[in-house]
């Protein structure tokens, strides 16, 4: 490791084989603390290039636990985190939302870094038991069109980074791995990023694969639709700077967000949201969120018609439904 960062203290980047090389010795334990510690805070320092973050996905993927899930058409709604916003869990409750919906969803969440409440946390106070049983998670799938993969459990190479990444408590590469790093390699995928530059590093990746995939960034910060202003929407096949109001939805302000400063403020706001009692703000940003999901994983639905079916998945309790065969009635902890 000494020679790694020599490497890149002397302003040098890894290659992509490099990048893989080391990741793979990391979580091997090949380093101590001190030295994972200072190369996490390289790229906290500078922005990782795409080979880098493409080599560390290739080694993420190659240490993982893997969850095929042939024949599901399956898709991800997960941001990177990192943006340091403390919205509600606006991708946890989409992923219902598009569940409830009719299309599967194979939701890879973790424990919050940055944030009060990541969607382990929440899943964790509603009593949710993490597992990676494949039987378990298919089951899921075909009774509530969901699944939620913990990272921890399925990445345990990682457990000699996770208490320094705990630690430091700011973003690092491994929150713009997240979503890319799904264990069940869903064709289809929504994912929020924390920066522009971040969004371009996706695009470059996701073209190099069959997936159909929407990266969002909201200009203002947000690693997801967040309503509060102009966002970057990059897909397949275009690019563009959406204003919200072009899609019919109104501009929402940052407080209209607020996900609360404990696990517990965080659920009570997950469940009445859920539960078709949100405010209109909370609920049309779930619905653009949700929606635009359902547009990714079937690209021939009429964009509109798809916000239609979200808001139906959650004002008429199709999502809820979802919910509760996840998770089992009467142990719903609010």
């Avoid at 042939?70 to 990192?82: K, P």
């Avoid at 990023?193 to 694969?209: G, I």
């Avoid at 109104?250 to 696990?263: A, E, H, M, R, Y």
């Avoid at 635009?292 to 798809?306: G, V």
Wanted: charged letters at 20%; one cysteine or more; proline letters at 3%.
């Amino acid at each position: 490791m000494k020679e790694i960062l020599n490497h890149l203290t002397a302003y040098k980047s890894l290659d992509r084989g490099l990048a893989k090389e080391v990741l793979i010795n990391l979580a091997k334990g090949e380093y101590n603390h001190s030295q994972i510690a200072a190369f996490l805070t390289v790229f906290i320092m500078r922005s990782v290039t795409v080979e880098e973050l493409g080599g560390f996905k290739d080694a993420m993927l190659e240490l993982c636990i893997q969850l095929p899930l042939d024949g599901y058409d399956a898709i991800d709604l997960c941001g990177t985190g990192g943006d340091s916003k403390d919205s509600f869990n606006i991708s946890t409750l989409s992923s219902f939302v598009v569940a409830g919906a009719g299309q599967n969803v194979a939701k890879h969440g973790n424990y919050g870094v940055s944030s009060v409440c990541g969607s382990s946390n929440l899943m964790t106070h509603f009593g949710y038991e993490f597992t990676n049983e494949r039987d378990r998670l298919l089951r899921d799938l075909d009774q509530a069109g969901i699944c939620f993969l913990h990272a921890p459990l399925f990445h345990p190479a990682m457990k000699n980074v996770a208490p320094i990444r705990k630690e430091l408590g700011v973003k690092t590469f491994f929150n713009m791995l997240g979503p890319m790093v799904n264990p069940s390699q869903p064709k289809n995928q929504l994912v929020g990023v924390f920066s522009l530059e971040l969004a371009r590093l996706y695009a470059y990746l996701y073209q190099q694969t069959d997936k159909n995939y929407s990266i969002v960034h909201s200009l203002d910060g947000y690693d997801e639709v967040s309503l509060t202003g102009p966002f970057k929407w990059i897909s397949n096949d275009q690019e563009a700077l959406i204003d919200p109001t072009e899609w019919g939805f109104n501009i929402c302000k940052p407080q209209d967000l607020s996900g609360g400063s404990t696990v517990e403020e965080a659920a009570k706001i997950f469940w009445k949201v859920l539960n078709g009692q949100g405010t209109l703000a909370q609920n049309e940003v779930v619905v653009a969120n949700a929606g635009l999901a359902l547009h990714c994983a079937r690209p021939e639905l009429n964009r509109s018609i798809a916000f239609d079916e979200a808001r139906e998945s959650l004002m008429q309790g199709k999502a809820l439904k979802s919910f509760k065969k996840l998770i089992g009635d009467g142990i719903i902890n609010v």
